[in-house]
């Protein structure tokens, strides 16, 4: 949620109703989030706004910086190269768009690794000589282990 605001992407009211949701669904509770996620369509912005400053006000939750925002959003797209190997080389370059705007932090570089070989695969000479199974099975195991790597920390 925070990276779209963030990065000025379209942020819609039903996200906010999304965040909300997700916040219930993680054991948090406030009176502001329950009225949130309670909210239904037609949605005025300015309310669902209000709404989500007052649960993250009564959550005592501090809007985090751009960085943290930003390896959460990973996590997130790692998370979606799990769910849908069919998307997973299109997401590690969403993956990487990101780690350039916090730039390039060493604990992400096999992402940018991983990149070099996609491109290789589509667009060079294939000189790491991976099939298409092979690309998939690196870019699931690296998504495995920056969530493995997220819970330890």
Not at 13 to 36: G, H, K, R
Not at 86 to 108: G, H, K, M, Q, S
Not at 116 to 136: A, Q, R
Request: charged content about 25%; overall charge negative; proline content about 2%.
């Amino acid at each position: 949620m925070f990276y779209k605001i963030y990065q000025n992407q379209n942020v819609k009211a039903v996200d906010y109703i999304n965040w909300a949701f997700s916040m219930l669904e993680n054991n948090c509770s406030s009176f502001s989030l329950n009225i949130l996620s309670s909210l239904r369509e037609p949605l005025n912005i300015f309310e669902v706004e209000d709404y989500f400053g007052r649960a993250l006000s009564e959550l005592e939750l501090q809007e985090p910086s751009y960085e943290e925002c930003a390896r959460y959003y990973i996590l997130h797209l790692s998370e979606k190269i799990l769910q849908d190997k069919n998307n997973a080389v299109d997401i590690v370059y969403d993956i990487n768009t990101v780690i350039r705007d916090i730039d390039y932090p060493e604990d992400l570089e096999e992402w940018f690794i991983i990149s070099d070989m996609i491109d290789e695969f589509h667009y060079g000479g294939n000189n790491f000589k991976l099939t298409k199974d092979e690309l998939i099975a690196t870019i699931m195991n690296e998504a495995k282990s920056q969530l493995k790597n997220n819970k330890k920390n």
